[in-house]
Each structure stands twice: as C-alpha cells, then as structure tokens.
C-alpha cells in the first residue's frame, strides 16, 4: 500500500475554503448575462506551490508558459477547456466543469471559481517532470482572479489556480496503483473576449 503524503492535508481545505467563497460570492452578485461564451489568451508561471508562482519566490519547478481557454457561463456554471504549453516542460490540456461566480469592487471584479474535470499532460506539463511521456488522469481545480474591463467585450486579468491531481500512463488512474498524485499552481496574466446573452 503506497504511503500516505501527509504533506497534503492542507489541499482538501484549501479546495473547501475556495467552493466556501465561491458560494459567497454568488450570494453577493446578480448576473447581467444569463449565459456568456468566451475565449482567452494568457501567459502565465507554473510551479508545485503558490510560492512558486509569486514575484520574488522560489524558482518555478515548471516554469513560463502561455495558453489558450474557452469556455461557457451559464448563471454561476461554468465549462471549460484549456491548453497550456510551457517553455522549459511539456503542455497540459484540462476539461472543466464548475461554479464561478464574481464580486464588483468599483471598476474592477473579484471572480472565484471552482471545478473538477480531466487532464492531459506530455513531458510535465502539470507537474514539471519531464523525464515522464504522456500521462492523463483527473484533477481538481480552485482559483481567484481580478479583473477589469478594457473595451466593451475585452477583459484583462491577473489570476491564481490551484489544482490538484492524479495523473497515470495506464489507461485507469482512478484503480492505477502507480498513478501519481500531487498538487501544482498557476499565476496567469490574460486577456478575455466575452460574449453575453
């Protein structure tokens, strides 16, 4: 039996604590549009702790990358699917469902999401490793971000996801007694094109 990586407890809490604020945060904003589709470019910095991810921190394990979402809004549920290709690892692709919700600071929006959904990574693009090949897997994702508007449908924004994972080269990670398990960070700046019904 694999040994228990006590190091991670805080992760559960963690994750609780941003579904917590989500739910606020959707008690406190009513929503313009009742569904909104949108695209975003973004650059951002991964590694496996938030203080990898921040100005000043520890080298990122993953490093500098840039990457493409789209995704559709509909109320406080959110879908989405992204890629992100890193200059010093291999890329990662998510697929996302999940709640946002958001909370008007005067120009700017404080945006809470959470979510769960699958994920592919090749030569460590979720966790930095890139001795590995390709691996999939599933992963939980938790994250803030402020944004403000540019233009009518332009959006720019600083954000910061958790996420944790579990990732196999076998074809079940859920019953793979190999598959590994862990946690990354992603701090992102981004640009966004909204459209709202």
């Known amino acids: 039996?694999?040994?228990?990586?006590?190091?991670?407890?805080w992760k559960p809490k963690a994750f609780a604590l941003a579904a917590l604020l989500t739910g606020v945060l959707t008690g406190a904003e009513a929503h313009a549009d009742l569904f909104t589709l949108y695209v975003q470019g973004q650059a951002g910095t991964g590694g496996t702790s938030n203080n990898e991810v921040?100005?000043?921190g520890e080298r990122p394990s993953i490093g500098n990358g840039l990457g493409l979402r789209a995704g559709a809004q509909v109320l406080f549920l959110e879908a989405y699917v992204d890629h992100e290709s890193f200059f010093d690892a291999g890329s990662a692709t998510r697929a996302i469902l999940g709640f946002q919700a958001g909370l008007s600071l005067g120009p700017l929006h404080l945006v809470g999401?959470?979510?769960?959904?699958v994920a592919s990574e090749n030569e460590g693009g979720i966790d930095g490793n890139t001795a590995v090949g390709s691996r999939a897997g599933f992963v939980a994702r938790a994250g803030l971000a402020l944004e403000g508007k540019v233009a009518p449908m332009v959006v720019l924004g600083l954000g910061l996801e958790d996420e944790y994972y579990r990732m196999s080269e076998g074809s079940n990670p859920m019953v793979d007694g190999d598959?590994?398990?862990?946690?990354?960070?992603l701090g992102m700046l981004y640009l966004k094109l909204q459209f709202g019904l």
């Open 1 to 9: 039996m694999a040994a228990i990586d006590r190091s991670m407890w």
């Open 54 to 56: 921040m100005p000043g």
């Open 113 to 117: 999401r959470a979510g769960a959904g």
């Open 179 to 185: 598959a590994h398990t862990g946690s990354d960070a």
